[in-house]
């Protein structure tokens, strides 16, 4: 059994990671400075390094970690369900009680990295692995529902992204005008329906 120093990574991992995630949030990307976010986590700087090397590190820890919840969510919900252009509506329009400290952690991280072309690189590259995970998710939607993409799929998982992003934004800005939840529930059936036709999906394997 793990001893020590080695028993207590992951715990010492896991409270650097939700207080990078408060101070990201509240203080910004380029504001929390890895002294703040030690304090709030209660340990040294030495213990920040042992198991992160930068500040973008830390944000692609919790782009992982938040990545996996939903995908999770996502492939659920996907096998539960009854397929139809509706679910994929709903899908999109389910938000945890978290959803708006990431956003705002994520739309910060993304105006830096297109700031900086390494961390833009590095941000293209874990969003690919989210949505190879979406195309794999609408792909086994598409079979059951005996339909196939009229697109091109990771064309559409962009789209359906970019628009659940936007709507996100117009509601944080608007809530009492626009509700969470509002345009997703309306528009991406009307995508998904629009982008997809009769047949099989594996005439576009």
């Known amino acids: 059994m793990p001893k020590g120093p080695t028993k207590r990574r992951p715990q010492t991992r896991a409270r650097l990671l939700e207080a990078a995630l408060e101070a990201f ?3 910004g990307f380029g504001g929390a400075t890895i002294d703040e976010i030690c304090r709030r986590a209660g340990y040294t700087t030495g213990a920040y390094y042992s198991n992160f090397g930068s500040k973008d590190e830390l944000f692609f820890a919790l782009f992982d970690q938040h990545a996996a919840n939903v995908i999770d969510r996502v492939a659920h919900a996907l096998e539960a369900a009854p397929p139809s252009p509706e679910q994929i509506g709903e899908l999109f329009s389910e938000f945890g009680d ?3 400290r990431w956003f705002l952690v994520s739309t910060e991280f993304t105006l830096y990295a297109i700031r900086h072309p390494k961390a833009a690189r590095r941000l293209a590259e874990h969003d690919a692995k989210i949505r190879a995970e979406l195309v794999t998710a609408l792909r086994k939607l598409f079979t059951r529902m005996g339909r196939r993409p009229a697109v091109d799929i990771d064309e559409l998982a962009r789209m359906m992204i970019a628009a659940r992003e936007g709507a996100l934004l117009q509601s944080f800005v608007e809530p009492e005008a626009l509700p969470l ?3 997703e529930r309306t528009f991406l059936p009307i995508l998904f329906d629009g982008a997809s036709a009769p ?6 394997a």
């Open 25 to 27: 949030a509240e203080l």
């Open 98 to 100: 978290e959803e708006r």
């Open 181 to 183: 939840g509002t345009l």
């Open 199 to 204: 047949g099989s999906a594996q005439e576009t």
